[in-house]
Structures are given as C-alpha cells and as structure tokens.
C-alpha cells in the first residue's frame, strides 16, 4: 500500500481547518470561562476553617456581606483546642472547649449555621486523605454551591493545620460528585453525590476577587473579637486583621476589603483555563 503524502496532508488541513473554525466559534465563551463565579450568584456556602477563628479572619466581611443578602452561610471546624489543654485530657469529646465556645459566639454574632466540629487536634497529625474524608460526609450533606476555605498555596504558610486543610478540601470537592467514592452503598451507586459548582480561597496571595467590606468592617472585627483566648494571647491580633483588610484596599475605591481566589469546578480538574486575575 503506498501512503499519498500530499492527498492525506490535505485531509489533515481540511480536519484543521474545521477544528479552527470551531474553536474560533466559541472563543466569544472564553472570558466566561476564565472569568471567577461571582459570590452574588450564591445560596448556600460552606466555609471550612482549620481552626476556630480563620473564617472570621479571613472572610468575616464576606459572611456578613453574605448574609445580609439572605445567603445561607454554614462553618465547618476541622480542628480545636480538645487535645491542647490539660484540663479536658480523659473528656475531650465530653466537653465543650473554651474555642468550640468562641467559635458558636462568632457564628451566633454573624448569624452563621454550625456545620459541626470535626474533632481533630490542633496541629493534627491526620494525613490530608483522613481530612478528606470527614469534609466530605459534611460537603454531601449540606450540598452547598460554594465551598470556601484557606488557600493551601499561600507562599508565606508554614502551618500545616492550614497546608493540609486546604488541600482537603480541594479533594473533598472533587470526590463529592463520585457516586462510587468511597465506596458503593449496599452495592450500588451512592445517592448522596453532589457536585460543588465553585471553591474559593481565602488567605490567598493570588486573589481574583475583591469583595468591598466596607460597610461590614466593625462587624467583622467583632466577631474576630469573639474569639477572646485568641486576642488575650495576641493582642495585636486585632489591629493585625484590620490593617491587612486596609492594605487589600489600595488602591481601589474601599476603605476596607477581603481578597479571594474563586473558580468553578471546571478548573478543579485537568483543564488548565486560567482563572483571571483582576485587572
């Protein structure tokens, strides 16, 4: 059989040719994709924190900003003080903590829902699969359409409460769409699968949102002041918080404002679209 270079190159240019015109077609589409979800469009946000206090500072502005636009806001807490105090050793599941306590004040403050506490120690020794696995079960069963936790590729992180917490969360949102993961029920597909639209992250040094606090400054910080061991170890944890939301500002038109990595679950596995950074 002889092989026709010059006929088969033609076919391989029309095929190319046809494959252009389509992707010139929808190249229209592309900002859209690339562009972040915008948190005006949420309903129900899961916020999950590695310990007791991050999403109030991180994203207490937000969760007010949200909530008053009638959002749902639930927070999830994957470790506690239960296993750091000698005071609750023999009892750790049988008492409420000194930060389980702040923690319920900040959330009652922001009118935020209690997605539980996942009862793992401060500076657990849990792998990030383990993690996982307990985001998860919560993830399906409250089924929000945004997850927002801390970013887990923060340069400057060194704590890896927060390295591996926000990489579980990466996980817990992608496997929650799988009907087989993490395992068949009664030998059949699961029923409590449900696909996370959009993840975003806080504490990120790559942010593609910036949400104005302006007007939910003072509500922010007092609900940062809920946590009270907290500010009693550092006292200029407060004044800490406040100038970094105030550094965030420049050069917009905000006094105050909380940046954001967002993206939609079409960038949360394999497609390498690009998430625009703001302009």
């Not at 999403?55 to 003080?81: H, P, Y």
């Not at 009907?179 to 806080?202: C, L, S």
Request: some cysteine; proline content about 6%.
């Amino acid at each position: 059989m002889i092989f026709d270079f010059k006929k088969n190159k033609r076919k391989a240019s029309a095929k190319f040719d046809a494959g252009s015109a389509a992707l010139s077609g929808i190249m229209p589409v592309a900002p859209f994709l690339c562009a972040p979800p915008s948190l005006r469009e949420a309903k129900r946000v899961l916020f999950v924190q590695p310990h007791p206090d991050d999403n109030q500072i991180g994203a207490g502005g937000t969760i007010a900003w949200l909530i008053s636009r009638g959002v749902e806001c639930w927070e999830l807490t994957v470790t506690d003080d239960r296993y750091a105090n000698p005071e609750y050793i023999g009892k750790e599941n049988e008492v409420e903590t000194v930060r389980q306590k702040e923690a319920k004040a900040a959330q009652a403050y922001l009118g935020m829902k209690n997605a539980g506490f996942l009862g793992f120690a401060d500076k657990t020794r849990a792998t990030v699969d383990e993690l996982s696995q307990a985001i998860l079960k919560v993830i399906r069963e409250i089924k929000p359409d945004f997850v927002l936790t801390v970013d887990p590729d923060l340069a400057t992180e060194c704590h890896s409460d927060h390295i591996k917490v926000g990489q579980a969360v990466k996980y817990a949102c992608m496997d929650a769409m799988c009907d087989f993961y993490p395992e068949f029920i009664d030998g059949k597909p699961r029923e409590d699968v449900h696909r996370v639209a959009n993840i975003g992250f806080y504490y990120t040094d790559k942010p593609n949102t910036m949400i104005d606090i302006s007007d939910y400054e003072e509500t922010k910080m007092n609900s940062v002041a809920c946590h009270v061991s907290q500010t009693t170890i550092d006292p200029s944890l407060m004044l800490v918080v406040r100038l970094q939301q105030q550094y965030h500002a420049q050069g917009t038109r905000y006094k105050a404002v909380e940046p954001l990595r967002l993206q939609r679950s079409l960038q949360m596995h394999c497609f390498n679209l690009p998430v625009e950074p703001i302009k």
